[in-house]
């Protein structure tokens, strides 16, 4: 049997994943004295806290049976490793809370209006960012029929505004995935306050699963009213408002031009008042127009040259004192590192390396992270970015920084970079996503 522990119960007892219940009560009473401020000098109550809660779990027979089900490899029926969390099917990005959504687009043909369904799991930029293009498709050519077509309109325009139409019984599915997975990979914050929103689940055995992950995290001391959820979906006014503008943007354009084509036509006289004036003007023919430079500039350059080892960008202040990577160049060519979410993929620090160098990033906070990188020739503006990118490539692992989940000091790590990579090694990344930040 293939154990995995991602939340350290038996790495916290020193015990192997086949000890018996002697073997862990033993282990408990040895290190309870030696992690104990009370009884040992060495001691300190984040340490002893960390071995008690391994303890409640793995002393209590059905609660080990649980935790041994749910991380064990050869288990397929019950594992969640091999898990991943949910991805947005625009973006392609992890997110944390996804939703399946439909939103509407109509299209009208003087006496027919037809409705068509926009459906996929969207994290919630993208979910707005479809919202606005369907109420745009909507505003444009959802007004052209009769006798239905603008009622269709305002209505599916209005639903778009409010999120679109959610798929419940599939958004509890999609949450119980991520719930899972995020637990396999040790984020069990994260993991505790998705199972919290799906303890009354309309799916029975979602609800059970929820119940029992969440009795399993608050006997290791997951605290409700600490560990809360960010309602990343709440609708905000001011985009309501976006939808409604687009809705009477057509309405109010045509209104428009009808009172212009009512008023006066004053224009035949303008042209004419125009035409003395200019006759009155005398012309000079040796005078020459100063046509504008046509020619194309180019990009603007980054407004500094960087040292090696120079960080280019960084989300966050330095963390002291953090995980570090040592990366080598060995290449002709210069360099920019980036270190990134490995869910969100947003920027986290860059890093500029000349050829032939090496640098150390530092004061790293924790997080789940992959590491690319890509060589070119002079920084473009925003100094994050080569004008002309000569190839990009992403290591393939994403690596877990945790200092608190591991018990141990700051990690480091040790990047070397290549031309032409093999495969396995670092896998080819486009430049244009290389270069979002």
Partial sequence: MRHSDPEGLYRALGVMPTADQEEIKNAYRRL???????????GSSFHFHKVYNAYKILSDIQSRERYDR???RDDEDYSWLGIDPVCCSRCGSATAQPRKLSFIRVYSAVFASFRRPVQGIYCQRCAQTEAIKSSLF??????WGIPLAPYFTLRAIARNALGGTRDMAAEEQLLWQNSRAFAAKGNR????????KLIDASDSEVAEGARELVEDMEARGANPRKIKLKDPWRIKPLRAMTHLTLAAILPLGIGGVVLESLQPDNRQETREIAALTYAAV??????????????LKPSPLCWKVPENGEVLYRINPRVSPGHGITLINDTPKEAIVKVRSAFSKRLIAAVYMVANASAELGGIPDGYYVVQYAFGQQLANGC??????????????TENLRTI?????PQHLDYSLSLAPEQGVASPVKPYAFNLN
């Fill in 189 to 196: 914050k994260l993991s505790y306050a998705l199972a919290r």
């Fill in 384 to 397: 994050v970015s080569f004008v002309t990118t000569d190839g990009a490539w992403q290591f393939p692992d």
């Fill in 282 to 295: 005398p012309v000079d023919p040796t005078t020459r127009a100063i046509l504008p430079d046509t020619k």
């Fill in 70 to 72: 749910r991380f064990t």
């Fill in 32 to 42: 309870a004295k030696e992690t104990h401020p009370d009884t040992s000098s060495d």
């Fill in 405 to 409: 989940a591991t018990g141990q000091g």
């Fill in 138 to 143: 909507t505003a444009v050519f959802g007004w």
